[in-house]
T-cell receptor, first 112, second 115 residues
Framework: KQEVTQIPAALSVPEGENLVLNCSFTDSAIYNLQWFRQDPGKGLTSLLLIQSSQREQTSGRLNASLDKSSGRSTLYIAASQPGDSATYLC???????????FGQGTRLTINP | GAVVSQHPSWVICKSGTSVKIECRSLDFQATTMFWYRQFPKQSLMLMATSNEGSKATYEQGVEKDKFLINHASLTLSTLTVTSAHPEDSSFYICSEGQGFTDTQYFGPGTRLTVL
């Protein structure tokens, strides 16, 4: 059974810092891995999607990497801003079934 | 990206009543929609996969007779929580899928509170 773990559960940093969020998964048989952002009481916004054949994806100040063999992904946020405060979820799309398995999320707070 | 709406955005009901939540794909014909549940400070858990014109596929541990899913058209899937109880209080989110290798687009969610 695929399990997705995110570390840390919560993170608070001052504005302007670069930071890394971690995601690990137990079964490397995935189609892709996605990072989402969720604001309190809201739905999910897709940030980055990495196909299983890719190593990384970049969008603006965000960079996500994928090491499928070791079951790890990281989300790097450069020059953090208060508007980046949200919960960040990673999810793997299981190979052979269009299902997303989510991690517990990292609750990020950027302090002005 | 695709736009998915949900209605209502929040609902409060008495224990024992039924509640219907709608999920609409506004700009895409979605043959497959997904229903997730999120308890406070927990992650999303897939409840069921809704396929247009056929029966939904439920995840292990999800009662199909309690959570009725109907996907009668390519733009609308509904989730009905029957005989709701306080433990059903949760955040319900739907999404539409566009293939194995593509992302899912999520609705804004529906907050259900059962008194």
């Amino acid at each position: 059974k695929q399990e997705v773990t995110q570390i840390p559960a919560a993170l608070s940093v001052p504005e302007g810092e670069n930071l890394v969020l971690n995601c690990s998964f137990t079964d490397s048989a995935i189609y892709n891995l996605q990072w989402f952002r969720q604001d309190p009481g809201k739905g999910l916004t897709s940030l980055l999607l990495i196909q299983s054949s890719q190593r990384e994806q970049t969008s603006g100040r965000l960079n996500a990497s994928l090491d499928k063999s070791s079951g790890r992904s990281t989300l790097y946020i450069a020059a953090s801003q208060p508007g980046d405060s949200a919960t960040y979820l990673c999810a793997v799309n299981l190979q052979g079934a269009q299902k997303l398995v989510f991690g517990q999320g990292t609750r990020l707070t950027i302090n002005p | 990206g695709a736009v998915v709406s949900q209605h209502p955005s929040w609902v409060i009901c008495k224990s024992g009543t039924s509640v219907k939540i709608e999920c609409r794909s506004l700009d895409f014909q979605a043959t497959t929609m997904f229903w997730y549940r999120q308890f406070p400070k927990q992650s999303l858990m897939l409840m069921a996969t809704s396929n247009e014109g056929s029966k939904a596929t439920y995840e292990q541990g999800v009662e199909k007779d309690k959570f009725l899913i109907n996907h009668a058209s390519l733009t609308l899937s509904t989730l009905t929580v029957t005989s709701a109880h306080p433990e059903d209080s949760s955040f319900y989110i739907c999404s539409e899928g566009q293939g194995f290798t593509d992302t899912q687009y999520f609705g804004p969610g529906t907050r259900l509170t059962v008194l």
